[in-house]
């Protein structure tokens, strides 16, 4: 249920669904025609799951929450699988999409960084944030970090959930990032 409400705000917003990994599931703007500016649309999608998760949770009078990642991967190679099987009904044919590459390595990453966090929090990558033309004044510099198994330093931002105090974020901050732009070398390596 709980992937059906993203993919249900995904394909609403014109992005297209993805392979899923465990309980993760991806979505990607750009590969198909549609009017929004691709960026906004993704942080519409990001912040109505975000919503859609919360009533979830006070319907099923369960806890729900969990981290969602946004990055702008440019020129991202996207491949088409599709498998056909005969049945005594018919033939069926299932596609699905999949960019394997170091954007998805980096959004599986930063996603999994908030878990640390209460709530569901947006991170974004300075990459995405910089292609916002309106960014939610709520979003705050998380600062520099290099990610396990990947070569480059990436710029973090948070919306925040409304569960995050000022005091949880900044342990959080004082945790896993460096502030400024300090050497490559000197930065702490996380997820």
Not at 59 to 67: A, L, Q, T
Not at 145 to 159: A, D, H, N, S, T
Request: glycine share 8%; with cysteine; proline share 6%.
């Amino acid at each position: 249920q709980i992937q059906r409400l993203f993919i249900h705000s995904l394909v609403k917003m014109g992005g297209l669904k993805e392979s899923t990994s465990g309980d993760s599931v991806y979505g990607h703007f750009g590969s198909v025609d549609f009017p929004h500016n691709p960026h906004i649309a993704a942080m519409m999608v990001a912040q109505e799951f975000r919503v859609g998760l919360r009533s979830f949770s006070k319907v099923n009078n369960i806890e729900v929450e969990c981290g969602i990642s946004l990055h702008f991967a440019p020129n991202t190679l996207v491949d088409v699988h599709e498998t056909r099987a005969q049945t005594t009904g018919g033939e069926i044919i299932q596609k699905w999409l999949d960019t394997s590459s170091t954007h998805v390595d980096t959004l599986h990453r930063i996603e999994k960084l908030v878990h640390e966090l209460p709530g569901s929090n947006i991170v974004l990558t300075k990459s995405f944030l910089e292609k916002l033309p309106d960014p939610s004044p709520k979003i705050v510099p998380l600062g520099a970090i290099r990610l396990k198994g990947q070569g480059q330093v990436v710029e973090l931002f948070l919306l925040p959930s409304d569960l995050v105090s000022e005091s949880t974020l900044s342990t959080f901050k004082q945790k896993f990032f460096q502030t400024g732009f300090p050497e490559p070398s000197t930065l702490k390596e996380a997820a």
